[in-house]
């Protein structure tokens, strides 16, 4: 190549260098994106040739991002972290950008297999790769404990996967939960009986004994036997299974505020419990002439012999 | 019926009337009606026998009879075992009947339901007869306590000609009327009693009194067996609180009694018109519903415990829900809340609808399953293992009889012996003598056999009232 070649490409290296940061900072300060059509308007002395390959250039390091908009070719600079993978090639970019769409919610595997068309293998290493540089985690779901879904690293799960407050470490906390439960039931039944003691006429006792989600969040919070921070809903959740218990029942003001009242039961103890057939587990393999029989059962024995015992 | 109603009846019909009755029973049983030779056929017992056997049955108005549709001559007879399954709960009828109206009237009551139907004046003179046994200074026939609810019709006697059939006269009176128990009456004031009771607990006393006063200001205007009352004023229930006059706080909070009920979750009583002071209206039906779904709840409890009880509420209010809700809701770890819901699937407690999404059968297909409950299926449910329940516990009864048979004998023979020998003025080393003939092991082995059949009595009284509010229920649920 001859020294005016050289010098010519020289300059136009530094110049289409040149080209390229004032393309990039056209990107960036256009953050939906620049058209062909606008940087021929920005940079007229860049020619059409020459922007064309700079484009690509940009392209194939990862600078900016094509796209297409109602038939216009659109440019888009990557955002800064994007830039971290300029390094890698197509596929993890693929798969990368694939695991940022899920967002919170994270993406199955499998999904990822359909949607970027990898084999099995191919995707395990781009998994891999991407999960050393940090960019990705994996979850365990708590519906599924065998399913894995991967999400990108800084995103906290959403709660449908790491199942809320209740859960700690994908294990459901049963005697988180049950003493919280605890805790309701007392506050309520003590509000029930100070309401029966100090006011006179009924229609203000019952007033008096209803308490809002707010003021047993309140309670629970006063209390600070919860390590985790726990929303308003997540004792409104706790309060309604106080009402499938049946020890609470749940009322809806014109304002939409809910109170919650503790209740006795409609009826005590019901008579077939009392006796030992009404809560026999092998009751259907029962029969007056059997191996399981009335005459010999060891439930009714037992449960006689107390009765003797006792008098 | 089921089989194990059946059985239940067999049971009852043996133990109160014997074998040859209970065979004629039975055969009644698995069928709608049968006339005398069908009986005689199957039955193989001689006609004389049979024709006995249905004579009873009918005066304890247990059969009946009714033309037979292919020969207009000859009757057919069919079995209540509805009636047969009364017998476990004559001992609260008599309980019942004592405490309101008295000893004497108890009396009385015994004698008709031990003879079924009777003359009047028959029952009155054994009832009088056994009141002189027990109170030896009473030199009076006692007051003729006339309950006319209790019974038909009042029958119209002379306290003189009572007294002539008593000294052995055998003319019959001539106004006698024959008596039978009216059934309905008891079990209109066990529906109250328990309508009453809930209250209570649900409120408070004072809610349990006003609800007394307004059932009984209900029957004025009311059918006993209607679903849901006619309207009663706020006026009336004023002025019968008064009357009582115990209850001066109820009588100051009147209103806001009738307001809390009105506003309770148990609907027992709504308001529908403001005329007159506010009119109410006592919803039985509604009652009994929440009342049997709050039994079955207990059951449910009791048998697969309380977090299985939980999961059936909850189902219960949400209608139709999915297994994956089923833990969100109820706090439930994943895997005990799919085995607590199977086990309920299991006994039928509650039952799966399936929805598909697509026909085809190709492929993935998502299908919901839906967990519901069919209240009227539980019930007979939880019927059914009362009526083995109420089983179990006659045949374990009558199997710790037979056991020490021999030794009971012994005890009865003694027994007699020495109230024969206080009443010939015998001396008292004579009755030790005889008295001694039972060892102290004996005499524990039948303690505990004593204790034994009184605690499986009580159980079987505990059971029929489980029975009785779930059948009301079922009747309720039959008559919209």
Not at chain 1, 114 to 124: D, E, G, H, I, P
Not at chain 2, 156 to 168: D, I, R, V, Y
């Amino acid at each position: 190549m001859s020294a005016a070649d050289k010098g010519a490409s020289t300059s136009q290296d530094s110049s289409s260098s040149d080209f390229e940061h004032r393309i990039i900072a056209l990107g960036q300060s256009h953050p939906n994106g620049i058209s062909d059509k606008d940087m021929a308007k920005e940079i007229p002395e860049l020619p059409a040739a020459q922007r064309a390959v700079i484009i690509n250039k940009l392209l194939a390091q990862g600078y900016i991002d094509l796209f297409n908009q109602g038939g216009v070719l659109i440019y888009k600079i990557r955002s800064a972290k994007a830039n971290v993978i300029k390094g890698g090639d197509n596929e993890e970019r693929i798969v990368f950008s694939i695991i940022e769409e899920a967002g919170n919610k994270g993406i199955w595997m499998r999904d990822i297999r359909t949607k970027s068309n990898l084999s099995a293998n191919q995707l395990n290493k781009v998994l891999k790769i991407l999960e050393n540089k940090k960019m990705i985690k994996a979850v365990k779901s708590v519906a599924a404990s065998k399913k894995k879904v991967y999400m990108l690293f800084h995103l906290d799960p959403d709660s449908s996967i790491t199942g809320g407050a209740w859960y700690c470490n994908e294990d459901f906390e049963a005697e988180f939960v049950d003493i919280l439960h605890q805790q309701c039931l007392k506050y309520l039944k003590q509000k029930w009986e100070s309401a029966k003691e100090k006011e006179p006429d009924p229609i203000a006792a019952k007033n008096f004994s209803y308490a809002s989600a707010q003021d047993v969040w309140k309670y629970i919070d006063d209390l600070g036997i919860s390590k985790v921070k726990l929303s308003e809903h997540d004792v409104e959740t706790i309060l309604n299974t106080l009402v499938y218990d049946a020890r609470a029942e749940r009322n809806v003001t014109i304002d939409e505020t809910v109170l919650f009242r503790y209740v006795e039961p409609l009826l005590s103890v019901v008579g077939l419990t009392q006796f030992p057939c009404g809560i026999c587990p092998v009751l259907f393999r029962c029969s007056i002439s059997g191996m399981v029989r009335p005459a010999t059962c060891t439930y009714l024995t037992s449960w006689l012999q107390e009765y003797i015992d006792s008098a | 019926m089921s089989v194990d109603c059946g059985i239940l009846c067999s049971k009852i019909i043996l133990e109160h009337f014997g074998g040859v009755v209970k065979t004629v029973a039975h055969d009644l049983f698995k069928v709608s009606s049968k006339t005398l030779s069908n009986i005689v056929a199957t039955t193989k017992l001689q006609r004389s026998q049979v024709i006995e056997c249905l004579r009873i049955l009918v005066r304890y108005g247990l059969v009946t009879y009714k033309v037979s549709l292919q020969n207009p001559k000859i009757p057919e007879y069919s079995l209540s075992y509805e009636k047969v399954l009364l017998f476990p709960r004559y001992v609260r009828y008599m309980l019942l009947v004592k405490t309101l109206y008295g000893d004497e009237a108890e009396l009385l009551i015994e004698e008709l339901l031990r003879s079924g139907s009777e003359k009047a004046s028959s029952i009155i003179v054994r009832a009088t007869t056994r009141l002189k046994e027990i109170k030896k200074g009473c030199k009076e026939i006692p007051q003729l306590i006339i309950k006319q609810e209790d019974l038909f019709m009042s029958p119209s006697l002379s306290l003189k000609e009572l007294t002539q059939m008593e000294e052995g006269h055998p003319e019959v009176p001539a106004n006698d009327v024959t008596l039978r128990v009216n059934f309905d009456r008891f079990h209109q004031e066990f529906r109250d009693n328990i309508m009453i009771s809930a209250i209570k607990r649900r409120i408070d006393d004072n809610a349990g009194e006003l609800m007394r006063v307004i059932l009984q200001q209900m029957y004025i205007r009311t059918e006993a067996w209607e679903p849901i009352s006619n309207p009663i004023p706020v006026v009336e229930i004023r002025n019968a609180v008064h009357k009582v006059k115990t209850n001066p706080r109820l009588a100051q909070h009147l209103d806001q009694y009738l307001k809390v009920l009105d506003e309770d979750s148990s609907n027992f009583i709504t308001k529908v018109a403001d005329s007159g002071g506010g009119q109410y209206v006592v919803n039985i039906r509604e009652a009994f519903i929440q009342l049997s779904w709050a039994a079955v709840e207990n059951i449910v409890e009791e048998r697969f415990g309380s977090k299985a009880a939980r999961v059936f509420r909850l189902i219960k209010s949400k209608h139709f829900i999915e297994q994956e809700q089923i833990q969100q809701y109820a706090l439930i770890p994943a895997k005990e809340a799919k085995l607590i819901t199977y086990r309920l699937l299991e006994e039928c407690f509650i039952q799966i609808q399936e929805l598909r999404k697509s026909m085809s059968s190709a492929g993935p297909n998502k299908t919901f399953f839906l967990f519901h409950i069919d209240i009227d299926q539980v019930v007979k449910k939880c019927l059914e293992i009362c009526y083995k329940a109420l089983t179990n516990s006659m045949v374990r009864r009558q199997h710790e009889r037979d056991e020490h048979k021999r030794l009971i004998e012994k005890q009865q023979r003694i027994e007699s012996l020495t109230a024969n020998l206080r009443e010939q003025g015998a001396p008292a080393d004579q009755i030790d003598e005889l008295e001694e003939l039972l060892t102290p092991l004996e005499n524990e082995a039948l303690e505990r056999v004593r204790i034994m059949i009184a605690r499986l009595g009580e159980a079987e009284l505990r059971v029929d009232d489980n029975m009785f509010l779930l059948q009301l229920y079922l009747m309720y649920s039959n008559c919209k």
